[in-house]
Structures are given as C-alpha cells and as structure tokens.
C-alpha cells in the first residue's frame, strides 16, 4: 500500500476509535472502570502521546528546512533579476486570493443565511487579544537577532534573514560558493529527515484525530449544522475549484495533476491542523512531486504558511454573517468592505498554528461593530472546522508555487506529469538497503 493510502486509512481509522471512545466514555451503560481507563491511560494517555511526540517532530523541522530551503533559493538567484519579480508574484497571488475567499464567504453567506433562527446559549468566553499597530507589524518583520527568531519560531524574520544571508551569498565569490554547496547539503539531509517522518505518518494521524474524536464525538456537529455545512462548503469550492481555475488560465497546467499529488499533503494537514508543522511535507511535495525548482519553491511556500490564510478568511467571512445574523444585526456594505479588507490584511503574519483563526476573527468582528462574544457560539466545533481550513492553505501555497514557477520557466513538467515521482521514497530506500544486505 502506497504511503498517502496507509495515512488516509489511519485519518479513516481514527476517526471511527476516536467517536467509537466517545461513546464508550459518554455511555451510563459503560462501567466507571472502563470510562476512565480509556480516559486517562488511552486517550489521554497513549494517543495524546503519540500524537504530540509526531506534531513536535514536525515543527522541529520548520525552522531548518525554511531557513536553508531560503537560503539555497536566494543563492542560486541572487545574480539575477528575477527574486524581485518572484516575490510580487507571489505576495500579489496570496492577496488577491484571499481577498476572493473572503468575499465569496460573504456572498455565500448572505445567500445561505446560516444563523437565521439559531437561539444558542453558551458559557463560553472568548478574550481577544489587542491587535498590534500596522507600524509595530511591520518594523517586527525585520530580525534584530536571527538567532532569536529562529528559537521563537518567527517565520517572517526568518524568511528575510534567509533571503539577505541567500543574496550575500550569490555575492561573496569563492567563499559564497563554498557555503552554498555547505546549505545544499544540509537541504538534503533535512529533506531526508522529512521522508523518515513521512514513513512514521499513519501512527501520527491515527493518534491525533483519535484523541481529538474521543474528546468531541461527531454529535457536536449537530447544533450548529447550518454554520458548519455552509462553511464547509465554501472551503471546499475555493480549495478544489477556485485554485484549479487559477492554474489552469494562469500557468495551463492540469489541476487533477495537483490535487492528486496533494493527498498526502491534506491528511497532514487535516490531522494538524497548523500549516507551520505542515509545512516541512508541503515543501517536499512541491519540489519534489510538483516539480516546482528550490529558487521559487523554497520562497513561496515558507512565506505561504506565513502570509497565505485563505481557509481561515473564508472562515471569517462566514462566521461574522453567523454571528451577526444570531445577535440580530444587519451589516451595511461599508461593513462587509471592512471585513474583506481586515480579514486580507489580518492573514499577513498570522502565526500558522491551530486556533489562530479565532484570534483574527476577533480582530475582524471588532472592525465591524459585532460582539467578540460571539466566537462562543461557534468554539465549540472550529477545531473540526480548523483542519478543512489547513489544508485549503496548503493547496493555495501549492498552487502559487506552480504558477509562479511555471511564469518563470523554473518547473519541471516531466516531474509535474509524472504521477509516481517521489511517491515511494520509503520503499525504495528499503529495498536498496534490503538488496545492499
């Protein structure tokens, strides 16, 4: 079986533990021995374990495969013309697609009406935190210690420091280019390491929606359906039509090529949740399935988990007609023109970790005049939603990469067609060794 099969069996399998345990634990029928022993020393117990072992493994490796991915990308360009022009494309590509998202958010929305005749009560609070200055965002984006940043975990300045050590680099002579082969060694070693993580992949994903469907069961679905299914919907139609659209006008490449390649992809996202710990798979998959070259994709998609918050836009989008709708508001025009402004500009430096979203909705409901309680409502069931979220941000950091790459002549088409290039790295590197014994 096929690596991306045995992860999508495992998402399959957790979920059906996990919402099986929820039972169990929520039963009267089930003895109080038994509810806790699946409590304590199972969910929160074995699984959590597990799945937090294998999410800490993929962050671990975030920080170095972004840096020295950058770092490759902007040494091997830095004699040329072409990084100025790389990165508009792709910061005008992040924009305006999340600008698309949120608006048909809306649209949808206003159409569908999720909150009309919903009378929900709930306990639960929410305290946004105070966005900070435009001015304050932007002086942060520029590192004063690299090596602060890179142990906080500060993608932004990483990615700047990367780019200007890359460009120092392509301009240092000898002593440049002696480094730059250093970087590419270490990129290959890092990218190993991501395979190794890949072959360990199912236990993860098993884990982690086993603990998180024990914890919620699917009955939590049931009192905000509308919400949820209008939301879903609106996720799926950006991830699966609105970005083969763009890559089929834009760079006339087939998007069934790219979604096939993204399975994998999705059920790492999905069962993280964060399009940082992702990122280290998303990378791999983009240069080495997608065919997409280090200089634009070592770019693209470090700065896409950053900046690129499509999936959480829409959710936006969809939530603060919700909410408005729950509380008995009418929004004027100006005020949607201010949620799809704010939730455009509020993706930008968005840390891509779980929950984040609930945070920038805050920021969003607050420019609009709505009340930030009503993130209440809707707490209960995001996470679930959150996972959708993620993996429409990892197609959309995909796709961007191959159009950017395919404007600038730096993809690989035969790797693009090539349905089993890079699909079997764990396997092959067994047999080798199995015939090398």
Known sequence: MSLTNRILLAMVAGVLVGSLLNLLVGSAATPELVREGISSYLVDGLFDVVGQVFVASLQLLVVPLVLVSLICGASSLGNSARMGPIAGKTLLFYLST?????????????????????????????????????????????????????AEGEMLQIIVFALLFGYAISHAGEAGRRIAALFSDLEAVVMRMVGILMGLAPYGVFALLGVLFADMGLSAIADLAKYFFTLLAVLLFHGLVVYSLLLKVLARRSPAVLLSKMRSVWAFAFSTASSGATLPITLRTVEKRLGVNNSVAGFSVPLGATVNMDGTAIMQGVATVFIAEVYGFDLSLTAYLTVILTATLASIGTAAVPGVGLITLAMVLQQAGLPVEGIGLIIGIDRLLDMVRTAVNVTGDATAAVIVGSSEGQLDENIYNDPNADRYPERDENTRVSEAT
């Open 98 to 150: 999340t600008a698309i998202a949120v608006t048909t958010a809306l649209f949808v929305a206003v159409l569908v009406e999720p909150g009309s005749g919903v009378s929900l009560e709930t306990n639960a609070t929410f305290e946004p935190t105070e966005p900070p200055p435009l001015k304050d965002v932007i002086i942060n984006i520029f590192p004063s210690n690299p090596i602060a940043a890179m």
